[in-house]
């Protein structure tokens, strides 16, 4: 989703809510439809703001409940807690032997989503080159890193030598050692552009 997408949506959203306030109104109140409750709502949301014939209070209410959606949707809310948790993990192959393939990295990325999904956190990207691995990730507070890191690289190691793809060492893909970073707000897209530009070979 584009910068100048969500600063529009921002825009409008914050003028919906005062005129929702204004007119006393609750914002959650989507008029037609409930944005919460719609699947693909962007598409139909973003329709429905440019028709001119429909009134300018209701296109201000769908804005309003899409900003709301957007920023819901940026933390995690669970039954006790809620939490913006975000790391940078770097893994590295075994002495940094240059053995990943394009194909060895498609398996990892499986496989770290798979892991991600049975553990209920988030690979919000994913990207390497021929001796390492970037992933951002979004993790409750309820796992530690270390749960995290060894599901992820003991899985992936699993899949690859069943797969039959070279690993630098008889039983390991991955070196023990391992680089874990803290981000979030701006840094995080900076992060997203970085893992994008890999070199994958």
Same mark, same amino acid.
């Given at each position: 989703m584009g910068f100048e997408f969500v600063f529009v949506c921002w825009l409008f959203g914050c003028l %919906? @809510?005062? @005129? *929702? @306030? @204004?007119?006393?109104? /609750? /914002?959650v109140r989507a008029g037609f439809y409930n944005i919460y409750q719609t699947p693909n709502v962007y598409p139909r949301v973003i329709t429905l703001a440019l028709i001119p014939t429909l009134p300018y209070r209701e296109r201000a209410y769908f804005l309003a409940n899409l900003l709301i959606f957007l920023v819901c949707n940026m933390i995690r809310h669970e039954r006790h807690g809620v939490s913006d948790l975000r790391v940078h993990l770097v893994c590295v192959t075994k002495y940094r032997r240059k053995v990943l393939t394009s194909e060895g990295l498609a398996l990892i990325k499986e496989s770290f989503e798979a892991v991600a999904k049975k553990m209920n956190f988030q690979i919000l990207e994913f990207n390497g080159e021929s001796n390492h691995v970037h992933a951002a990730i979004e993790y409750p507070p309820k796992l530690s890193i270390s749960q995290i890191v060894n599901h992820l690289k003991g899985v992936s190691s699993r899949m *690859? %030598?069943?797969?039959g793809y070279q690993k630098p060492h008889q039983t390991a893909l991955w070196s023990p050692s391992d680089f874990v970073t803290s981000v979030g707000g701006a840094p995080l897209e900076i992060l997203k552009q970085h893992i994008q530009n890999q070199k994958s070979p």
């Open positions: %919906g @809510l005062v @005129l *929702c @306030l @204004l007119s006393k109104t /609750p /914002p *690859c %030598g069943k797969a």
